[in-house]
């Protein structure tokens, strides 16, 4: 059975919830990903944080990317998925939560990973992708 870990995107880093949304886009851009995770004082997830993010919650409203801070656009309960965890179950979570960009966790809790779109793409059927893309963008 495939698992998480053999379809995540390895190495996945995290960003700290007082770090500038500034510094978030320059990592961003440095590990050419379109999201981070967010993690709190305790290296606890707290959220994720997309690119979109930073433009519509922080540059569109006037407010300043060099003071903003990460963990002021960390929203909702943060979702993840265990490094083991079956591929079915991935798709489960990312369809019922109508999300794009998954955490992987260890036993130990650590980041491990992230699961995208575009990890799908590479390692499931089609048939299963047509199912996640009706899924997750359909209008609710």
């Not at 998954?102 to 390692?123: F, T, W």
């Amino acid at each position: 059975m495939t698992k998480a870990a053999d379809i995540m995107h390895p190495g996945a880093q995290w960003i700290s919830a007082t770090e500038t949304l500034d510094r978030a886009a320059q990592l961003m851009r440095e590990l050419d990903v379109g999201a981070l995770p967010i993690a709190d004082e305790n290296e606890r997830l707290c959220g994720i944080l997309t690119d979109r993010d930073i433009v519509v919650g922080c540059v569109a409203v006037g407010k300043d990317p060099s003071r903003a801070r990460a963990g002021d656009l960390a929203k909702g309960t943060p979702r993840w998925i265990p490094a083991d965890a079956d591929v079915s179950d991935v798709l489960r979570e990312m369809e019922q939560h109508k999300i794009r960009r998954l955490p992987v966790i260890d036993k130990d809790k650590r980041l491990v990973g992230m699961i995208s779109e575009a990890d799908l793409a590479h390692h499931l059927s089609d048939d299963q992708i047509a199912e996640f893309v009706e899924k997750v963008y359909a209008q609710s």
